[in-house]
């Protein structure tokens, strides 16, 4: 399945009415079938309030979100999204072929992408995310980043054309982070899936993405939109390339004068 585009027009999000908190204010992005968007911005900064909005979980007060001529919503029940999150919701009494297969389980003849393979496919994923070992583990018998990567493949197995992944690898530690980066990169290669992926790494961001979106601290507001010059696929060493340097110097300049301006805020 290849993905879809998503375009993000003027959305705004105020929580609690006229005294609350505004989230996000006028945010415009477009990303195109198959592209890879990384959102990177300070805590707070309604990162993960965009992936709610973008999936028709929450409804913005201001602007629009289309998903190829769909509502957010009605691709979510056409299920277009798939979802990995910082911490892998997995069930710990089913194994860990289990868990890949628990959402076609769930969504049975309502899954539009079904196939007659699934176990198949399931069995495919896990190799494809190097667990072909561990299919019949439980969630309590693997490490967190195994955890992390049957979530992947869970997110993967019903095919979906859109992946919001919400700092899905941010607990981890740094060599099993970038094996799943490259994992990550492998299989969106082979699915075309698009990619809207949360991010406190600039690096991260930087090797994972075709663009890295900057938000500003709340309200969140595009302070940025960086292309990012190396061509997929990728392979670690395009971190040691100057232009890779460059670009992380440039966006972490960024990101300390948000850090200033909430320091400054808080200071108020
Ligand atoms: N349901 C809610 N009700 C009220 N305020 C909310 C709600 N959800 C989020 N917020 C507020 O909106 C702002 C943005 O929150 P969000 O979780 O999107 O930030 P984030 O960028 O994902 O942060 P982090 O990097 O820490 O995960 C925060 O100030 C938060 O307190
Ligand atoms: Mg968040």
Redo the contacts with the bound molecule.
């Keep these: 399945m290849t993905g879809t585009g998503i375009a993000i027009d003027g959305v705004g999000m105020q929580?609690?009415g006229g005294q609350?908190?505004t989230?996000l204010d006028g945010i415009d992005l477009h990303i195109s079938a198959g592209e890879f968007v990384a959102l990177v911005?300070p805590?707070?900064?309604?990162?993960?309030?965009?992936l709610r909005i973008v999936s028709g979980l929450l409804e913005p007060t201001s602007g629009r979100v289309d998903v190829s001529g769909k509502t957010p919503d009605e691709a979510r029940r056409d299920v277009d999204f798939g979802f990995v999150f910082q911490q892998p919701t997995l069930f710990p009494w089913l194994r860990v072929l289990g868990n890949v297969l628990l959402p076609d389980r769930v969504l049975g003849r309502r899954n539009p992408n079904r196939g007659p393979h699934r176990e198949q496919v399931a069995r495919e994923l896990l190799r494809d995310v190097g667990l072909e070992r561990f299919e019949d583990h439980y969630p309590g018998q693997v490490s967190g980043g195994m955890r992390q990567r049957v979530a992947l493949a869970r997110a993967l197995s019903y095919d979906p054309k859109i992946l919001l992944m919400d700092?899905p690898f941010g607990a981890l530690d740094e060599f099993t982070r970038d094996r799943l980066n490259l994992q990550l990169l492998d299989v969106c290669n082979k699915t075309g899936s698009t990619v809207l992926f949360?991010t406190?790494s600039i690096q991260e961001a930087i090797f994972l993405a075709d663009r890295v979106v900057m938000l500003s601290s709340?309200p969140?507001r595009v302070t940025r939109i960086a292309e990012v010059p190396f061509r997929k696929p990728r392979g670690l060493e395009v971190r040691y390339e100057p232009e890779f340097a460059a670009l992380t110097g440039e966006l972490r300049g960024l990101l300390e004068v948000e850090d200033e301006v909430e320091l400054a805020r808080r200071q108020l």
């Excluded at 805590?43 to 965009?50: N, R």
């Design positions: 929580f609690g609350g908190v989230a911005g805590s707070g900064c309604g990162k993960s309030t965009l700092e949360v406190h709340r969140g």
